[in-house]
Nanobody, 123 residues
Framework: QVQLVESGGGMVQAGGSLRLSCAAS????????MAWFRQAPGKEREFVAG????????YDVDSVKGRFTISRDNAKNTVYLQMNKLKPEDTAVYYC????????????????WGQGTQVTVSS
Protein backbone atom coordinates (compact mmCIF):
# COMPACT_ATOMS: atom_id res chain seq x y z
CA GLN A 1 0.00 0.00 0.00
CA VAL A 2 1.26 3.44 -0.94
CA GLN A 3 0.37 6.70 0.76
CA LEU A 4 0.93 9.96 -1.07
CA VAL A 5 1.06 13.37 0.59
CA GLU A 6 1.22 16.56 -1.44
CA SER A 7 2.62 19.85 -0.19
CA GLY A 8 3.74 23.20 -1.53
CA GLY A 9 0.44 24.63 -2.65
CA GLY A 10 -0.69 28.12 -1.78
CA MET A 11 -1.70 31.46 -3.15
CA VAL A 12 0.46 33.31 -5.64
CA GLN A 13 0.08 36.20 -8.06
CA ALA A 14 0.00 35.64 -11.79
CA GLY A 15 3.51 35.21 -13.12
CA GLY A 16 4.78 33.69 -9.92
CA SER A 17 6.10 30.22 -9.16
CA LEU A 18 5.35 27.32 -6.87
CA ARG A 19 6.98 23.96 -6.34
CA LEU A 20 4.73 21.09 -5.38
CA SER A 21 6.08 17.99 -3.68
CA CYS A 22 4.56 14.56 -3.33
CA ALA A 23 6.07 12.29 -0.72
CA ALA A 24 5.33 8.59 -0.88
CA SER A 25 5.36 6.23 2.05
CA UNK A 26 4.34 2.69 2.81
CA UNK A 27 6.18 1.30 -0.16
CA UNK A 28 8.78 2.44 -2.61
CA UNK A 29 7.43 4.04 -5.76
CA UNK A 30 10.70 3.91 -7.66
CA UNK A 31 9.21 1.46 -10.16
CA UNK A 32 5.91 3.33 -10.50
CA UNK A 33 4.85 5.95 -12.96
CA MET A 34 4.01 9.16 -11.12
CA ALA A 35 1.77 11.97 -12.28
CA TRP A 36 0.17 15.24 -11.35
CA PHE A 37 -3.46 15.95 -12.08
CA ARG A 38 -5.55 18.96 -11.23
CA GLN A 39 -9.19 19.70 -10.70
CA ALA A 40 -10.78 23.11 -10.81
CA PRO A 41 -14.23 23.77 -9.30
CA GLY A 42 -16.95 22.36 -11.51
CA LYS A 43 -14.50 20.66 -13.84
CA GLU A 44 -13.22 17.14 -14.30
CA ARG A 45 -9.85 16.07 -13.02
CA GLU A 46 -7.29 16.58 -15.77
CA PHE A 47 -3.79 15.34 -16.46
CA VAL A 48 -0.98 17.85 -16.02
CA ALA A 49 2.30 15.94 -16.20
CA GLY A 50 3.69 12.47 -15.70
CA UNK A 51 7.06 10.80 -15.25
CA UNK A 52 8.03 7.18 -15.69
CA UNK A 53 10.17 5.21 -13.30
CA UNK A 54 13.16 5.83 -15.57
CA UNK A 55 12.58 9.56 -15.91
CA UNK A 56 10.65 9.81 -19.17
CA UNK A 57 8.22 12.75 -19.08
CA UNK A 58 4.96 13.71 -20.68
CA TYR A 59 2.99 16.92 -20.27
CA ASP A 60 -0.40 18.28 -21.10
CA VAL A 61 1.19 20.33 -23.81
CA ASP A 62 -1.53 22.84 -24.41
CA SER A 63 -1.97 24.07 -20.88
CA VAL A 64 1.46 23.84 -19.31
CA LYS A 65 3.92 23.79 -22.17
CA GLY A 66 7.18 25.42 -21.23
CA ARG A 67 5.94 26.44 -17.79
CA PHE A 68 5.75 23.27 -15.68
CA THR A 69 8.44 20.69 -15.05
CA ILE A 70 7.96 17.33 -13.38
CA SER A 71 10.84 15.51 -11.73
CA ARG A 72 11.40 12.73 -9.25
CA ASP A 73 13.93 11.69 -6.65
CA ASN A 74 13.62 7.95 -6.19
CA ALA A 75 16.03 7.98 -3.26
CA LYS A 76 13.62 10.28 -1.43
CA ASN A 77 10.49 8.60 -2.77
CA THR A 78 9.33 12.03 -3.88
CA VAL A 79 8.03 13.61 -7.07
CA TYR A 80 7.97 17.34 -7.77
CA LEU A 81 6.12 19.76 -9.98
CA GLN A 82 7.87 23.06 -10.60
CA MET A 83 5.32 25.57 -11.82
CA ASN A 84 6.50 28.84 -13.33
CA LYS A 85 4.69 31.74 -14.97
CA LEU A 86 1.49 30.75 -13.23
CA LYS A 87 -1.82 31.94 -14.64
CA PRO A 88 -5.22 32.36 -12.98
CA GLU A 89 -6.46 29.41 -15.04
CA ASP A 90 -3.93 27.21 -13.22
CA THR A 91 -6.03 27.59 -10.07
CA ALA A 92 -7.09 24.13 -8.94
CA VAL A 93 -6.51 21.37 -6.45
CA TYR A 94 -3.43 19.47 -7.56
CA TYR A 95 -3.27 15.74 -6.99
CA CYS A 96 -0.34 13.36 -7.06
CA UNK A 97 -0.86 9.85 -8.36
CA UNK A 98 1.17 6.66 -8.60
CA UNK A 99 0.57 3.66 -10.78
CA UNK A 100 2.06 0.44 -12.02
CA UNK A 101 0.34 0.53 -15.42
CA UNK A 102 2.86 2.66 -17.25
CA UNK A 103 2.90 6.36 -17.95
CA UNK A 104 -0.69 7.30 -18.79
CA UNK A 105 -2.78 10.44 -19.04
CA UNK A 106 -5.98 8.85 -17.75
CA UNK A 107 -7.03 8.87 -14.11
CA UNK A 108 -8.01 5.20 -14.26
CA UNK A 109 -4.38 4.33 -14.97
CA UNK A 110 -3.27 5.18 -11.46
CA UNK A 111 -3.64 3.07 -8.35
CA UNK A 112 -2.86 5.54 -5.58
CA TRP A 113 -3.83 9.14 -5.01
CA GLY A 114 -2.97 11.88 -2.56
CA GLN A 115 -5.48 14.18 -0.90
CA GLY A 116 -4.52 17.15 -3.00
CA THR A 117 -3.06 20.59 -2.42
CA GLN A 118 -4.76 23.85 -3.35
CA VAL A 119 -3.09 26.23 -5.78
CA THR A 120 -4.67 29.64 -6.21
CA VAL A 121 -3.35 32.15 -8.71
CA SER A 122 -4.64 35.70 -8.49
CA SER A 123 -4.66 38.12 -11.38
Amino acid sequence: QVQLVESGGGMVQAGGSLRLSCAASGSTVSSYAMAWFRQAPGKEREFVAGISWSGGRIYDVDSVKGRFTISRDNAKNTVYLQMNKLKPEDTAVYYCAAGSNGLLRETHGYDYWGQGTQVTVSS
